[in-house]
């Protein structure tokens, strides 16, 4: 890069803005640098050439997010599109490099650096000395140091009169940022969030408690439920503790008792067991002796003798039964054939059924099989006689009847015989048993004093069997009592767990707290220990009523919940603090800004007069504050005044001129004013730099001498920027940049040195 430095005069100003480096920016295709060292620097060159691009690169890499303020319509638009010769660009990028010796920025760095990429695609990049950082961070860092995103100290071509043409609200923006007041918009609007943030959670903390709240509630009740449950877990723990403690205790004392006590009877009685197996044994070898056989062979032969008799009588009584039937037969047919035939009468069937009564009677008094089958084959007999003599027949059986009477009466006598015989040996019989035995009555009367002894032992056997079967008994009882307890034990395990077998140690005391004896436990009445069985079951029952589960998980729920809540309530508490301090934070920032902002017009209104009087030789202007009216935002399209916002209008007066407002100004008065306004800024609270882009382009030789006059005056303060085409403005520089551009539409930065150009003047 060629270089024509023309330097005129370096003042002992601090400089903030040291360099500036463009590279694919609008029209500089190439990396172009500038170098601000002296208080103005001056931009030259010919329409078209790219001037103005290089404020527009200020506005770019300073934030501006306006692609429209920099002359574009899209993001693509700010990188170089490209020539017949030089192919386009991909991305811009524009980096400002700050001195900041003096802190001016909030940054522990002697020199800051600002960087600003953007691509094709649209993607913007922030660096801050080569780290990425946001956007937001850019306008915080450039705030503090009075530079503002307005862009109140950066006027591009044709800009000048843009604060007169300004409304109200808009320029009262312009004169804040100039002021330097912005940080405290930033801080206000950064207060707005915060404090909208802050509203929307106290907002979802109250949704969630009131969605946490039913559940809350149930919980404590099933809490209060699992409370009380557990204060009958206690006391059916106690209860269980002293049921079990005097039950074991009980049934183990006795059944150790019943133990011991069992043994002497169990060995008395296997002693008289043994004795009595001995005395039976003796008392049967007397049973099997000759005697005794004897005497039962001879009962053995009566027994037969009595049953052949018995034989012989029913046969006999049987025949005399037939024979006495048949005689009546006979008797009856024989008066049957004189009577006509009739009908059977009431009285003879009586009569019929009585004498079968009787033939069955006298059958079964003389009993076996023969006599029984002649009897049932009679009764047959007669009772179809007696049919067919219902039919009004009478048939004649008399000469059989006769027949058989004649049989059974030669039967008869070979009976009586038989008879008589069996009686004779019946006798015989029984006098030989008798003989023999009363030869076994003498042989068993010597027995007899055994026979007592064995029947003595056999009492004493009873008596420790009766005394063993009352022990059983109690042993059953204990045994039911300890199995009662083992189902009570496990009962316990599954209600109390693991510490219902602590009943071991447990120390049973009486009502008063005295501990109870061990002999107290074992002969208290077992009725008042299924008392306290009853009363266990009432306590299971009223803790299955409770219905509560696992006490544990619910109270931990419980507490979680609980503690959800209360630091859900706690947040509230400290979201509505944050909202009074947020709200106390914005009445204070407002306060300041409204102070500082009162002061500021003042000055500036100071500095506008003053400086409007220089331009125009007279006159007078200044700032007026003004209410501008907002309408509301309904829906309904209401026309209802809602509140006023607070603007600044510009009051001015010609000299030998009656104007009554800015739309009265003439071209050039317009920008007098704009550039006396705009000075006027600058003066009460300067910003590191100022570029003023042709703003002196509507100015005569009178007044750019003028012009010149301030920009020196101002240049005390801020560091100047021009780009200019007036001579007048030019020869107030430091530093004069010149700008072309070649048949390539590329913009170049051209300079040299001050002296060199004297030289080759000469």
């Known amino acids: 890069m060629e270089s024509i430095l023309l330097v005129q005069r370096v003042g002992k100003e601090v400089m903030y803005l040291k360099e500036l480096t463009i590279n694919g920016f609008k029209s500089f295709a190439k990396k172009s640098d500038f170098e601000f060292s002296v208080p103005i620097t001056a931009i030259v060159g010919p329409n078209g050439s790219g001037k103005s691009n290089v404020a527009e690169s200020f506005r770019f890499v300073l934030g501006e997010q306006s692609v429209k303020s920099m002359r574009g319509k899209k993001g693509e638009d700010l ?16 980096e400002l490099t700050f001195d900041n010796s003096q802190r001016t920025f909030t940054l522990d760095f002697d020199e800051v650096k600002i960087e600003r990429i953007v691509h094709r695609d649209g993607q913007n990049e922030y660096k801050l000395n080569g780290s990425q950082v946001r956007l937001k961070d850019i306008h915080e860092l450039l705030a503090n140091a009075n530079i503002g995103s307005t862009g109140h100290h950066i006027i591009s071509q044709g800009e000048a009169d843009r604060i007169l043409s300004a409304g109200p609200k808009e320029r009262r923006e312009m004169i804040e940022d100039a002021l330097g007041l912005k940080v405290f918009q930033l801080k206000k609007q950064e207060t707005v969030r915060k404090l909208e943030k802050t509203e929307d959670n106290i907002k979802q903390v109250e949704s969630l408690r009131r969605e946490a709240a039913p559940h809350l509630k149930y919980l404590k009740k099933q809490v209060e439920k699992a409370e009380r449950s557990l204060d009958v877990q206690a006391e059916l723990k106690r209860a269980y503790m002293e049921y079990l403690k005097r039950e074991d205790t009980y049934v183990a004392h006795h059944v150790d008792r019943l133990l011991l006590q069992r043994r002497i009877p169990e060995t008395e009685l296997e002693s008289l067991k043994e004795k009595i197996a001995a005395a039976k044994a003796a008392l049967q070898d007397d049973e099997d002796s000759e005697t005794k056989a004897a005497m039962q062979a001879a009962e053995q032969v009566y027994k037969q003798a009595s049953d052949i008799r018995q034989k012989a009588q029913h046969q006999l009584s049987s025949i005399q039964g037939q024979i006495s039937y ?164 496990q009962e316990a395990v599954s209600l109390l767990g693991r510490g219902a077998t602590e009943y071991f140690t447990y120390q049973v005391v009486d009502s008063s707290g005295v501990a109870v004896s061990h002999e107290h436990i074992v002969t208290e009445e077992r009725e008042v220990q299924r008392t306290r069985r009853r009363q266990l079951e009432k306590l299971k029952i009223r803790l299955e009523e409770l219905g509560v589960g696992n006490t544990d998980e619910l109270l931990l729920e419980y507490q979680n919940a609980k503690e959800r809540d209360e630091f859900l309530e706690r947040e509230l508490a400290d979201l509505a603090q944050s909202v009074q301090n947020l709200r106390e934070l914005m009445v204070d920032l407002q306060s300041k800004l409204e102070v500082q902002f009162t002061e500021g017009i003042q000055k500036i209104t100071t500095e506008f007069s003053r400086f409007f009087a220089l331009m125009f030789g007279g006159g007078s202007a200044g700032l007026e504050r003004v209410a501008i009216k907002t309408r509301s935002n309904e829906e309904d399209d209401s026309t209802e005044e809602k509140e006023t916002e607070e603007g600044i209008e510009l009051v001015v007066s010609l000299p030998n001129k009656r104007v009554r407002g800015l739309d009265m100004l003439s071209g050039g008065e317009r920008a007098l004013t704009s550039i006396a306004l705009i000075f006027a800024m600058s003066q009460v609270n300067p910003p590191p730099f100022i570029i003023l882009d042709e703003t002196d382009a509507a100015l005569d030789e009178a007044n750019s001498r003028r012009y010149g006059d301030m920009i020196e005056a101002l240049a005390k303060r801020s560091q100047l920027i021009l780009i200019t085409h007036n001579r007048e403005t030019m020869s107030r520089a430091g530093i004069l940049y010149g700008i072309t551009m070649g048949i390539d539409g590329i913009s170049k930065v051209l300079s040299v040195k001050f002296d060199e150009a004297v030289v080759n003047a000469k």
């Open 326 to 489: 048949l005689e009546r037969r006979i008797d009856t047919a024989h008066q049957t054939k004189k009577a006509q035939p009739k009908l059977i009468s009431y009285t003879q069937l009586e009569e019929l059924v009585e004498e079968v009564a009787q033939q069955v009677d006298q059958a079964k008094r003389r009993g076996g099989e023969e006599i029984l089958q002649q009897a049932l084959t009679t009764l047959v007999e007669q009772l179809r006689s007696f049919l067919k003599l219902s039919e009004g027949e009478v048939i004649d059986t008399t000469e059989s009847d006769r027949l058989e009477l004649d049989a059974l009466r030669s039967a008869l006598t070979q009976a009586e015989e038989a008879v008589s015989v069996a009686l004779v040996q019946e006798q015989e019989a029984e006098e030989a048993a008798v003989a023999k035995r009363t030869e076994k009555m003498t042989d068993l009367e010597s027995k007899r004093v055994a026979e007592r002894e064995m029947f003595e032992l056999m009492q004493q056997r009873r008596e420790k069997e009766a005394e063993l079967q009352k022990i059983d008994a109690e042993q059953a009882v204990l045994e039911r009592d300890r199995e009662d307890f083992k189902q009570e034990l």
């Open 79 to 94: 990188i170089w599109g490209g020539s017949e010769k030089v192919a386009r660009g991909n991305r811009a990028a524009v």
